[in-house]
């Protein structure tokens, strides 16, 4: 299942990363690969090749990533999950945040979330949004 909050800014992603990112920790995943997608500013050979990255510093390296011009956050897509690929993200070019997981908890929780911040959220059948890595 897919649930995706779509049309945030780059403050507003930069923020829910902060939150999913402590989620993620809340869960025990350590552990994350991380990859660069369409747009972003990097050698073609350099995109689309998952990289190990500590769960605790997705934001940083986010940030990071952002100040050395190697992505825009909320303008590229960019792409993280567990070791497993049983939890996985996607941010994208058009300012949207989706999750793909097969753990309902997850699902909820994020749903929760999302609505209570009130971002425009929707829930899809994996098949219907099936462009993650």
Not at 11 to 29: F, R
């Amino acid at each position: 299942m897919v649930v995706l909050a779509s049309g945030l800014t780059e403050e507003l992603v930069l923020k829910e990363v902060a939150w999913i990112q402590s989620l993620l920790e809340e869960l025990a995943i350590t552990e994350l690969m991380f990859t660069f997608g369409f747009g972003a500013n990097l050698p073609i050979d350099d995109l689309y090749q998952p990289q190990p990255l500590r769960t605790s510093d997705l934001v940083q390296f986010l940030k990071r990533s952002r100040d050395a011009g190697h992505c825009v956050v909320a303008s590229d897509n960019l792409y993280f999950s567990d070791l497993q690929n049983q939890v996985a993200f996607r941010l994208d070019h058009e300012g949207d945040i989706a999750c793909r997981t097969d753990d309902l908890r997850i699902i909820e929780r994020l749903q929760q979330h999302w609505v209570a911040e009130k971002y425009a959220v929707r829930l899809y059948p994996e098949a219907f949004h099936a462009d993650f890595i």
